[in-house]
């Protein structure tokens, strides 16, 4: 079997296990456990949370003393068990913990599948740049097909569609041995920083890549924001239209985004060397401030739905654009000695520092704008992140140089 299919069987996988939970799990929380706004937020945190130190250090493990492709096995059948403790899960205190714990498991995986997916590309001596859009878009096929599943056998309010995500992790776990050995990085190094492979804080030392970390932290927020309050958002429609296919298919209308993204994943390489990092990553912090600002205009009916399904198109520019080409950008950026660190770093700042700071302000947010009676003030809630969108766009133009010339060599020098 070809590498890229080995590759694409990974990838589906790995996103199928997300998809499965990600966006329905609000409104299980919401709806059937009856969990407040903070709360909501605080579990999704856990992702964020999680991603702040565990890929770091599953990616210095995966550079120095386990291969990764063995670590990312590992993980997922440890997965697979806390996805079956979670079913029976419903206070609060007790959900949140094996949350943190899948968390803790799961958001590494996320980085070990990019540097697994690069190390088998350029050893093939593909260019990932190119090769790698088209085997990831296989990934947001998988969270598609997932999401469908439980919207379709009704478990967006039920602790079955952790079952779903289990059977995943067990294929994907058992499937990972029989990946190529990516050989481990010889420790011969003489510090205490380098031998723990915190060497790939280097690229701190690069301003311009320091900068994009730092906005891969306010993005990362507005990131999470429409995983966590998708749904339930949909969901409250059913106060004025209670019969409309968006409050019945919610799951499913959401995955409409991750449709749109198998078309903008595969025009990644073609916007990437066409105008470069800089004009891809605003393309992307503009269509955010369009994803937010449609659906504070958006109703299950007329313009109001155009608004909703244009809004889920958009989505695939907002996401794909940043967190698909950053990782891309970090990877041409780094040494191949810390390739998993590097891909670690950047899932610390989008999935870590910026996922939690997006759970916990927007749970805030949803929670101020929620009337005594439970009523949410929507309109008011997606304006305001449409504005902070606006604002780190703004921002990012004007601090972040790079002058495009077709010719990427960003590989630094060691």
Same mark, same amino acid.
């Given at each position: 079997?070809?590498?890229?299919?080995?590759?694409?069987?990974?990838?589906?996988?790995?996103?199928?296990?997300?998809?499965?939970?990600?966006?329905?799990?609000?409104?299980?929380?919401?709806?059937?456990?009856?969990?407040?706004?903070?709360?909501?937020?605080?579990?999704?945190?856990?992702?964020?949370?999680?991603?702040?130190?565990?890929?770091?250090?599953?990616?210095?493990?995966?550079?120095?003393?386990?291969?990764?492709?063995?670590?990312?096995?590992?993980?997922?059948?440890?997965? @697979?068990? =806390?996805?079956? #403790? +979670?079913?029976?899960?419903? /206070?609060?205190?007790? !959900? $949140?913990?094996?949350?943190?714990?899948?968390?803790?498991?799961?958001?590494?995986?996320?980085?070990?599948?990019?540097?697994?997916?690069?190390?088998?590309?350029?050893?093939?001596?593909?260019?990932?740049?190119?090769?790698?859009?088209?085997?990831?878009?296989?990934?947001?096929?998988?969270?598609?097909?997932? @999401?469908? =599943?439980?919207? #379709? +056998?009704?478990?967006?309010? /039920?602790?079955?569609? !952790? $079952?779903?995500?289990?059977?995943?992790?067990?294929?994907?776990?058992?499937?990972?041995?029989?990946?190529?050995?990516?050989?481990?990085?010889?420790?011969?190094?003489?510090?205490?920083?380098?031998?723990?492979?915190?060497?790939?804080?280097?690229?701190?030392?690069?301003?311009?890549?320091?900068?994009?970390?730092?906005?891969?932290?306010?993005?990362?927020?507005?990131?999470?924001?429409?995983?966590?309050?998708?749904?339930?958002?949909?969901?409250?429609?059913?106060?004025?239209?209670?019969?409309?296919?968006?409050?019945?298919?919610?799951?499913?209308?959401?995955?409409?985004?991750?449709?749109?993204?198998?078309?903008?994943?595969?025009?990644?390489?073609?916007?990437?060397?066409?105008?470069?990092?800089?004009?891809?990553?605003?393309?992307?912090?503009?269509?955010?401030?369009?994803?937010?600002?449609?659906?504070?205009?958006?109703?299950?009916?007329?313009?109001?739905?155009?608004?909703?399904?244009?809004?889920?198109?958009?989505?695939?520019?907002?996401?794909?654009?940043?967190?698909?080409?950053?990782?891309?950008?970090?990877?041409?950026?780094?040494?191949?000695?810390?390739?998993?660190?590097?891909?670690?770093?950047?899932?610390?700042?989008?999935?870590?520092?910026?996922?939690?700071?997006?759970?916990?302000?927007?749970?805030?947010?949803?929670?101020?704008?929620?009337?005594?009676?439970?009523?949410?003030?929507?309109?008011?809630?997606?304006?305001?992140?449409?504005?902070?969108?606006?604002?780190?766009?703004?921002?990012?133009?004007?601090?972040?140089?790079?002058?495009?010339?077709?010719?990427?060599?960003?590989?630094?020098?060691?």
């Amino acid at each position: 079997m070809h590498i890229k299919t080995r590759l694409t069987i990974l990838n589906f996988l790995e996103f199928f296990s997300w998809g499965a939970w990600l966006l329905s799990a609000g409104a299980y929380m919401s709806t059937t456990l009856g969990f407040t706004g903070v709360q909501i937020g605080s579990v999704y945190a856990t992702l964020g949370i999680a991603s702040i130190f565990m890929p770091p250090v599953i990616g210095i493990i995966a550079d120095r003393w386990i291969p990764a492709e063995k670590l990312f096995g590992i993980s997922h059948l440890l997965l @697979a068990g =806390l996805f079956v #403790v +979670l079913t029976s899960m419903t /206070s609060f205190n007790s !959900f $949140y913990m094996v949350t943190f714990l899948v968390a803790l498991v799961y958001m590494p995986t996320l980085a070990l599948s990019n540097s697994i997916s690069y190390y088998n590309l350029e050893k093939e001596g593909l260019d990932s740049v190119v090769t790698f859009p088209p085997i990831r878009v296989w990934g947001t096929v998988g969270f598609i097909i997932a @999401a469908w =599943l439980v919207d #379709v +056998l009704g478990l967006k309010v /039920s602790h079955e569609q !952790f $079952y779903l995500a289990a059977a995943a992790s067990v294929l994907l776990g058992g499937y990972s041995f029989s990946l190529p050995l990516i050989p481990i990085v010889k420790n011969t190094s003489r510090t205490l920083f380098q031998r723990f492979g915190l060497d790939a804080f280097v690229l701190f030392k690069n301003k311009n890549l320091a900068i994009f970390l730092v906005f891969s932290v306010l993005l990362g927020a507005a990131l999470q924001i429409t995983n966590i309050w998708g749904v339930p958002f949909l969901n409250d429609f059913s106060i004025s239209y209670k019969d409309s296919f968006v409050v019945k298919h919610a799951v499913f209308l959401m995955s409409l985004s991750q449709v749109s993204e198998v078309l903008f994943i595969l025009a990644i390489p073609f916007f990437l060397k066409r105008f470069g990092i800089k004009i891809v990553v605003l393309i992307s912090m503009f269509a955010w401030v369009f994803r937010f600002g449609f659906f504070g205009v958006g109703s299950p009916e007329g313009m109001g739905l155009l608004f909703l399904i244009t809004s889920m198109i958009i989505y695939g520019m907002a996401f794909d654009f940043y967190v698909i080409s950053g990782s891309l950008y970090v990877d041409k950026m780094s040494d191949a000695k810390v390739r998993s660190s590097a891909q670690g770093l950047f899932m610390m700042m989008v999935n870590g520092f910026g996922a939690v700071l997006g759970a916990y302000i927007s749970g805030f947010v949803v929670d101020y704008y929620t009337a005594n009676n439970g009523i949410k003030d929507w309109a008011s809630i997606w304006f305001i992140c449409a504005v902070y969108a606006l604002i780190i766009g703004v921002l990012f133009a004007l601090v972040f140089r790079y002058k495009h010339t077709g010719e990427e060599n960003l590989v630094i020098k060691k």
